[in-house]
């Protein structure tokens, strides 16, 4: 299917780069991308499908780089596994994965990501609004240092509808993580793979795995990227997303922030809980001293019933620290480890027997 004139002809954001916290500075003892790998999540989106591979293999084809492209069928009823069997069948590098049913996004780039064995990952989404001719900027960025590269569709051809809500989506994720990425949505990505060893997907984590990655120590930055307006199909977008986003956004803090300390999470709760009771207690208790009866006054509930609620947080905080420190497990990420072959404990060893 014949590309729009419009589509050909579009103009390539600035190539500058915005980096984040942790710099991407050119290393030359970085491994270098030498193999591709290209995850595409779809649910409904048969008509795209077959110009999506065009674009996406016209663009492979030019790196010059070992690929394989990876279509995740999350579920799709309108015809798209067929589409997907004739692409496999007339092409070995293209792998399909079909769902049983619709398990979500997180679901299918997981299973993207355990099936990809190249050096670095990318991920787009198959409705043709991602523009696969980035594919090779993003890689660039990657040989420049970067460990995660996230787009930013700029300018967004959605509606308002959509805009909006996004919008203020990022907004409050830059505020409460202090990633300060623009489009934490995009589904233009690029990883190296070892990010993608160190995290695990799950709900709808998927739009905050520059977050993770951040925590991690990975080093991210974001390009703007183009966009296009939906040719086929129709969006799967829903205002009951953001409810969910909203509680993995919770999710996210507390295994980014308090994993390792959760009674610095429930204890603040439960501080201020029980500092509140007990002054409205001690108010009480002098009204008490004084004279006043108060057995009458909904007060003294209140007074009671925070006490107990801040003891209870403090008790929560201390039962996860102990959960915690029994669940133990690596808190660090290890970039290189450079040594030869020297081990002290060896060379004790080998003193003593002297």
């Not at 309108?78 to 769902?99: E, K, T, Y």
């Not at 203020?168 to 993608?196: Q, S």
Request: hydrophobic share 45%; glycine share 6%.
């Amino acid at each position: 299917m014949q590309m729009p004139a419009t589509h050909s002809e579009e103009v390539a954001p600035p190539a500058t780069a915005v980096e984040r916290d942790h710099p991407a500075i050119a290393d030359d003892s970085e491994r270098p991308i030498g193999t591709v790998s290209v995850v595409v999540p779809l649910l409904d989106e048969a008509e795209s499908l077959e110009p999506l591979y065009r674009e996406l293999t016209a663009t492979l084809d030019a790196l010059d780089l070992p690929y394989e492209i990876i279509f995740v069928d999350d579920g799709s009823t309108d015809g798209s596994s067929r589409v997907l069997r004739a692409l496999h069948a007339a092409d070995p590098r293209v792998q399909v994965i079909q769902f049983r049913r619709n398990f979500g996004k997180s679901a299918a780039l997981a299973a993207g990501f355990a099936a990809a064995s190249g050096d670095a990952v990318i991920t787009l989404d198959a409705d043709l609004q991602d523009v696969p001719a980035e594919i090779p900027r993003l890689l660039a960025a990657l040989d420049d240092g970067a460990d995660l590269v996230s787009g930013w569709k700029y300018p967004r051809y959605d509606p308002l509808s959509k805009r909006l809500p996004s919008a203020i989506f990022n907004h409050v994720v830059r505020w409460m993580t202090g990633v300060p990425l623009h489009d934490f949505n995009c589904g233009l990505k690029a990883y190296r793979a070892e990010v993608l060893d160190e995290i695990q997907l799950y709900g709808e984590l998927h739009r905050y795995v520059p977050v993770l990655a951040h925590f991690r120590g990975f080093r991210v930055r974001e390009l703007q990227v183009r966009h296009r307006p939906r040719r086929f199909g129709r969006s799967k977008f829903g205002f009951a997303r953001f409810f969910r986003g909203f509680f993995d956004l919770l999710t996210v803090l507390f295994l980014t922030q308090y994993r390792r300390r959760p009674l610095h999470f429930f204890g603040w709760f439960g501080l201020i809980t029980l500092l509140i009771g007990f002054l409205i207690n001690a108010y009480l208790a002098t009204l008490w001293f004084l004279g006043n009866p108060i057995g009458h006054r909904p007060l003294l509930t209140l007074g009671v019933l925070l006490m107990i609620i801040g003891a209870q947080f403090v008790v929560f905080g201390l039962l996860a620290e102990m959960i915690a420190h029994t669940a133990a497990q690596r808190e660090y990420s290890v970039r290189r480890h450079l040594s030869r072959g020297i081990r002290l404990r060896e060379n004790r060893e080998a003193a003593r027997s002297d």
